[in-house]
């Protein structure tokens, strides 16, 4: 049977964290005598009433072993239950219910595609909330990939159980140091990036705010234009280098700190993703300059900026690269699929999936060929457990599968191919920006019509489940045990 007991309590932990978080924006905004403070009070008061009767309700002495059923539904419920928390403070300064819960499940799933207009003229609580969600979403993202989603062996993730996690069921002491130091990294890289935007221009509340939309990855920013209101190279190439930062595997910081300095360029998902961002951001870059005139140093950072903000999923636009052409089109919807590492704050397919493929076709062109051959898959020096091409194969199935589903579902809500498929990809991609005139880098989401942006909301927590942790739990068998 289930123990509902360890859910409920880690569920109401979560809903009192919220709740806390919330006083930071309301203190920002009565510093600024801005009357939105009374909004995040009672909503502070509202969620951490119903997250301490939670704790009160399922708190225990008797020790509970939680397993494998219990992360399944736990990781459901958790990243569900604290959107609808999350988006009270939008409802409360009037954004209509669809808007407040597609706004919040945005942040939390670090997608960072925003139904607020006139973000430039907004009270500084609410961008700060809206940071802060991004924030806690990705440090959550970073933890669930690590800790989770390899025991779960959703999508080939069973690759990625470290020396430092037990492989039983149960949560061991050596869990929680891996957290610790996965929150250590987070922080130091925010608080690096804080510091390298204030030197580089960027007012404090600005600083703050992009450095959690960075590291994050999730590409929320307090002006309409994004980052494309700082007229400054070098804040552009800063974003750059966080934007990598938070899209490689955190485990990998931690082995660096520990000595192993070459980590991250042992790993051969670290090298195919700079491959892959050196490869796109030439090839755009070279089309800028031979197709639209652009200046050589110009025309680099742009297209480095969006090919990185795009792939690593963050969001962030410094320029419309719908207005590029159709060839920067095509490429920036291919880059909409693909996402940064695995055990990163990043969404999308994953490299290492992407590279998997690539080692099974090669294998079954070479097994045509020479029918007797065995070719052993290897992945960063170590033999393919037997699981993971399947796992793999599934994943590519069931992720295109939902894309093609949720693009059916939008079309028959009157949008038109190019802004249904760009956004039912933006979403489960956690990307942000999609194609087109209304979701494009120079549309803006508010425009959907409410029934849309439901299903959109939906796409993006099931993207950030992996798709097949909801799966699971339609099958009879999970609630027997």
């Known amino acids: 049977m289930i123990q509902f007991r360890p859910i409920l309590l880690a569920l109401g932990l979560m809903v009192c964290l919220v709740a806390v978080a919330m006083l930071a924006p309301m203190a920002l905004d009565f510093a600024d005598s801005h009357s939105s403070w009374r909004t995040f009070a009672a909503s502070a008061l509202v969620t951490l009433f119903v997250g301490v009767l939670m704790v009160l309700f399922a708190y225990d002495r008797r020790p509970v072993r939680a ?33 407040a819960v597609f706004e919040s499940v945005s942040a939390l799933t670090t997608t960072g595609a925003t139904v ?4 430039d003229g907004q009270p500084r609580g609410i961008l700060l909330w809206r940071a802060l969600l991004q924030g806690i979403g990705g440090l959550g993202i970073i933890v669930v990939a690590i800790l989770i989603l390899p025991f779960l062996r959703i999508g080939g993730m069973q690759l990625f159980q470290t020396e430092s996690s037990d492989r039983s069921e149960k949560v061991v002491p050596r869990a929680r140091q891996l957290v610790g130091s996965i929150c250590g990294v987070f922080l130091g890289l925010l608080l690096a990036c804080v510091i390298t935007f204030l030197l580089l221009g960027m007012t404090p509340f600005d600083a703050i705010c992009h450095a959690l939309s ?18 400054s190279a070098s804040l552009h190439w800063a974003a750059v280098f966080f934007m990598i930062c938070g ?49 050589y140093a110009d025309a680099v950072t742009l297209a480095t900026f969006n090919v990185v903000s795009v792939v690593t999923t963050t969001g962030f636009t410094a320029h419309d690269f719908a207005s590029w052409g159709p060839f920067a089109v095509g490429v920036f919807f291919v880059l909409l699929f693909i996402g940064g590492c695995s055990g990163s704050t990043c969404g999308g397919i994953k490299i290492y999936r992407l590279q998997v493929a690539s080692l099974l076709t090669r294998s079954h062109l070479q097994h045509l060929i020479s029918p007797n051959r065995i070719v052993p898959l290897t992945y960063n020096g170590r033999r393919l457990p037997e699981d993971v091409p399947f796992s793999v194969v599934a994943f590519f199935a069931v992720y295109m599968a939902t894309i093609g589903m949720f693009t059916l579902v939008l079309c028959a809500m009157g949008l038109d191919l190019v802004t249904a498929l760009s956004g039912a990809a933006t979403a489960v991609s956690n990307v942000g920006p999609g194609l087109g005139s209304i979701i494009g880098p120079a549309g803006t989401f508010a425009d959907l019509p409410a029934g849309a942006k439901w299903v959109l909301s939906a796409a993006m927590l099931l993207g950030r489940l992996e798709l097949f942790t909801v799966l699971v739990l339609f099958r009879p068998e999970f609630w027997r045990g």
Request: proline share 3%; aromatic share 14%.
């Open 116 to 119: 607020i207009a006139n973000l």
């Open 247 to 295: 899209a490689l595997p955190f485990v990998l910081y931690i082995k660096a700190m520990r000595g192993d300095v070459q980590a991250l360029w042992r790993d051969e998902q670290v090298r195919g993703f700079m491959l892959l961002l050196a490869a796109a951001s030439f090839a755009i870059s070279i089309w800028l300059i031979a197709a639209r005139g652009l200046h």
């Open 67 to 99: 397993g494998l059923r219990e992360a399944f539904l736990l990781t459901t419920l958790c990243w569900t239950l604290v959107s609808v928390f999350a988006a009270i403070p939008f409802v409360g300064l009037g954004l209509p219910l669809a808007d």
């Open 214 to 231: 960075t590291v994050a990855t999730g590409g929320f920013s307090t002006h309409d234009a994004s980052f494309g209101y700082f007229q």
